[in-house]
């Protein structure tokens, strides 16, 4: 939604319907801010965040279950579908500029920094044993993505962006922690009617 002086704001709702094994109720919501404008250069903020839990067969799904003894294709020994919950909290901050190279052609950078909360728990039955592992994950992380936007038409635009985020992880009966960063490429085409 468009507010006065460019200001966006964004709900976004997934229901709780079931796909493919998985069952969202997620809420997000963000504010868009611009705070500089010349003819070169546009720059904004944007403050975000997003709750809610996503339930599903993510330990053991059906098709792995299928396999049944077999430890190439189950190799978790899973018994039944599982019913899994990932519950997740996140808000952010995220800075971005963008200029035109041309009237149908814009590149944009972001930098932004997010604080979370997660929450795994597994409800699954491996090798006749229930597992009720629960898993936590809090911190910051800091991210920047590079993309590109390019109108072909009045009616077609396209847009692909890079986005990184270094992920400091210790795995168990390590002493120190090793970066696994996560690098994303996503592309989108747009329709105006």
Known sequence: MGLPRDVEFTLAYVPPVELNGAKPNLFAAAVGVPFWRTPELRM?????????????????????????????????????????????????????????????????????????????ETNAVTNGTLD????????????????LLVEASDHVVFSGELFYTPLGVMRPGETSSSSDGLLNGRGMIRFRF
Not at 93 to 106: H, N, P
């Open 44 to 120: 904004g903020v944007r403050f975000y965040g997003q709750v809610g839990s996503v339930t599903g067969d993510f330990t053991c799904d059906g098709e792995t279950v299928a396999f049944g003894v077999d430890p190439l294709r189950n190799p978790f020994g899973c018994d039944s579908v599982s019913d899994d919950e990932s519950r997740q909290l996140y808000v952010g901050l995220e800075v971005g500029a963008a200029t035109d190279l041309s009237a149908r052609v814009e590149p944009y950078v972001t930098l932004g920094v997010n604080r979370y909360s997660n929450r795994f």
């Open 132 to 147: 009720n592992s629960t898993f936590e994950a809090s911190g910051f992380t800091v991210h920047g993505t590079a993309g």
